[in-house]
């Protein structure tokens, strides 16, 4: 049943990251890929989030997995985020491949520690 959890909740963080791109990203080329980026942010907070209730005992470990291994990982896309990435630095942009990779890092590793805090993860 946890296999089956896992794929549905996949589904809906996969279209989440989709409907992301597709509204944030649909203007001309910009900086920074807000859809990826926001895909990401908000995903490391909803994962810090489950992984701090889980730590206070508030989800089981299937919730956790069906929602971390499903939904989050399904909305977070580290390809998609490297491979832009990448193109810039191709392209000869390697300031904004360099802005592209220090934002989704620590705006990634914030987003975790806001949702481990919010929900008495740290202590």
């Known amino acids: 049943m946890t296999v089956l959890g896992v794929l549905l909740a996949g589904a809906v963080g996969a279209l989440g990251r989709h409907l992301l791109v597709v509204v944030l990203e649909s203007r001309p080329r910009r900086r920074l890929p807000v859809g990826i980026v926001m895909a990401n ?3 490391s907070l909803l994962l810090g989030a489950l992984v701090g209730a ?3 005992g508030d989800v089981t470990a299937t919730t956790l997995t069906v929602a971390g291994t499903g939904l989050c ?3 977070t896309t580290w390809s998609t985020f490297v491979v832009d990435a990448a193109e810039r ?3 000869g ?3 904004e491949a360099a802005g592209i990779v220090a934002t989704s890092l620590v705006l990634g590793a914030a987003a975790a520690g806001l949702g481990l805090a919010l929900t008495g993860g740290l202590g």
Do not use: I, W
Request: hydrophobic share 40%; proline share 0%.
């Open 93 to 95: 942009d390697g300031r």
């Open 54 to 56: 889980r730590l206070a």
């Open 41 to 43: 942010v908000g995903g």
């Open 89 to 91: 630095l191709e392209g």
């Open 73 to 75: 990982g399904a909305l």
